[in-house]
């Protein structure tokens, strides 16, 4: 028996949420007596510190495939090879694309997006009502699987070096081909899924010329940045920045919103922030109700005097 | 191994049919609490009070989903069927996917106990079918699970493309835009296939009287559940803790933020 843990290689780095799938794994793993073993495609440089994150081996098979069925059947196999009784996915694009295929392949139960350990029945908490609400759900199947939602489990460390692998399974013909891959965000952007710190912004800039500030407090503060959909939706900002119900959902430590008011469908993509700050000029916009710091204030009064004072703690760190 | 669905009379066509550009296309929809509701639950908090929520088609199914499989049908003809996994009270968001333009569709009369289960009525339904193309939205706004399309996909074994966000099809080939980390990537895939339809497919369609109409007269078939046992048992819900409310910081002393976010609140 043992725990598998799917880690996503994103060219030789392993993103943080694959870092907490594994840690999830492991620590599961240490609750039902057995091994954590991760699987992984391309190459890695040792164990890619998945050790660390709580791993005791680690299969590295050579594939690059963005097949869903070439994936699940690589999945499906290093599964059956360490025994694996429970497999853990991240609920990232390449979870949300597998971890489906591998858990109706296994007959297994899966609980997409867990945010907690499971208990001895093995019920786990998960987030619905797009987060207004709170789910506890028990898998009943021998075998079972779950992706865990990024930023909602620390990333242990200090784990001794894995055993390193490699792992290989017939794959079968690919049905899909893969024409052409874009990158939208600029090399060195913080991916905002990813992200533990976010700068968004919304309407109140006025238009895209005035989202100055909005980068550059983004830039000395580390984070990420976003927007709201009715900006995405003018062209104001990419559509990979809208955050919302019908965008990206966003879970960091801080979510700072400027100029946006705050629609039950935009704090739908919000609302697992850790903090919320809310910078607006109308006092009564239904965002500060799920504010922890509110200031009713003019954006662009106000944004170069919070810049200023995180220069200043930039510098004295 | 666990026993997996017959698949060999599957969804693809016999060979007189492969020029034809006439498409079969499966869009499945689930219903959802309008996106305003609000969210309370009853009997000892095991079960969602459905008093006063209004129930609407999941927005990501409608918008997306159907909508872009009605607008291929449009331009290279073809037929678009609904499948609903339901009772009874599914009725009126399969009747507002009719009016919005879909030809037919098919309730399994069974409550949705869980994806897995969903999922493997889809495929029993979908299997002896010749579909050329199943949608479905990304997920569900009251489960977002993003489960269920790509576990139909595995039962009828197909290719399946997860969070497209555009989709063209020529002959028996589909070009697909889907999501993937810091970008996109545009992929070849022949039908048939599952896809889940995100932002960017299609723009949402506001049904007019006359599809309205229609909508009251078009064929939805009734059909017994297959057997299957749900995998999951949801045992309670819960709301997530109450906001200690907002701490406001006058507009002038807006740079105290940082050390109250340093200090306070720990997140920098």
Redesign the interface.
């Known amino acids: 028996m043992s725990v598998l843990i799917y880690a996503d290689n994103h060219g030789g780095k392993f993103p943080k949420s694959s870092l907490e799938a594994v840690s999830y794994g492991a620590d599961i793993a240490a609750q039902l007596g057995t091994d954590a073993v991760a699987i992984t495609c391309g190459k890695i440089d040792g164990d890619g510190g998945l050790g660390a994150a709580g791993a005791s081996k680690v299969l590295v098979a050579d594939v690059n495939t963005s097949d869903s069925q070439q994936m699940t059947r690589l999945v499906v196999a290093a599964a059956s090879q360490v025994g694996a009784s429970v497999v853990i996915f991240s609920h990232d694009i390449e979870g949300k694309l597998v971890a489906p295929r591998v858990a109706a392949r296994l007959d297994a139960g899966l609980v997409p997006g867990a945010t907690s350990l499971p208990t001895a029945d093995f019920t786990v908490k998960k987030n619905v009502f797009s987060g207004k609400a709170i789910a506890d759900i028990a898998i009943t199947t021998d075998k079972k699987v779950i992706t865990l939602l990024p930023n909602s489990y620390s990333v242990k460390s200090g784990g001794a070096a894995a055993a390193v692998e490699s792992f290989s399974a017939d794959l079968g013909a690919a049905g899909i081909k893969v024409k052409e891959v874009i990158h939208e965000g600029k090399d060195g952007e913080i991916p905002l899924p990813e992200a533990e710190l976010v700068v968004s912004a919304g309407r109140g800039m006025k238009g895209p010329e005035h989202w100055g500030p909005i980068e550059e407090l983004a830039k000395v503060l580390g984070a990420a940045t976003a927007c709201s959909r009715p900006v995405s939706d003018i062209g104001w900002r990419p559509h990979h920045e809208h955050v919302g119900q019908t965008g990206i959902t966003v879970r960091p430590n801080l979510y700072i919103a400027v100029g946006i008011s705050g629609a039950i469908q935009h704090l739908a993509g919000v609302n697992g922030s850790k903090v919320i700050v809310v910078i607006n000029k109308d006092p009564e916009a239904p965002f500060f109700k799920a504010a922890d710091y509110g200031i009713v204030g003019d954006a662009f009064e106000v944004l170069p005097k919070i810049i200023d004072a995180a220069k200043q703690f930039a510098a004295s760190k | 191994m ?3 669905l017959d698949v060999h009379c599957l969804i693809s066509r016999p060979d007189n049919y492969k020029n034809s550009i006439f498409m079969k296309i499966l869009v499945c929809i689930s219903k959802a ?1 309008d ?2 509701s609000k ?1 309370a ?1 009853t009997d000892n908090n095991s079960k969602f009070d459905e008093n006063g929520v209004q129930f609407i088609v999941n ?2 199914d409608e918008w997306y989903a159907l909508v872009r499989a009605l607008e291929l049908k449009e331009a290279g003809g073809g037929n678009v069927t609904i499948l609903s996994v339901g009772g009874a009270d599914y009725e009126p968001v399969i009747r507002k996917a009719l009016a919005i333009g879909a030809d037919d569709a098919v309730r399994i009369d069974a409550a949705e106990s ?3 289960f969903v ?1 493997k009525q889809i495929a029993s339904y979908a299997k002896d079918k010749v579909f050329d193309m199943v949608f479905c939205g990304k997920e569900t ?15 009828l ?7 497209a966000t555009k989709i063209e099809v020529a002959g028996n080939t589909a ?1 697909i835009t889907r ?12 039908t048939p ?1 599952v896809l889940s339809a995100a ?2 497919m299609a723009e949402q369609r506001i049904p007019n009287m006359r599809g309205i109409m229609a909508a009251r007269t078009k064929p939805l078939a009734v059909e017994a559940a297959a057997a299957a046992s ?11 803790p109450a ?2 409310g ?17 200090e306070e ?1 720990k ?2």
């Open positions: 666990p026993q997996i609490p996106t305003t969210i639950f927005p990501y869980d994806s897995l999922a706004i009251n489960f977002n699970g993003s489960v269920v399309p790509g576990m139909v996909a595995e039962l074994d197909v290719p399946y493309v997860a969070l070009t999501e993937v980390p810091g970008g996109e990537e545009i992929l070849e895939v022949n296939f932002k960017g749900a995998s999951t048992e949801v045992k309670g819900y819960s709301l997530p906001k200690g907002c701490k406001y910081i006058a507009p002038e002393n807006a740079g105290d933020l940082i050390k109250l976010l340093h609140a997140v920098i």
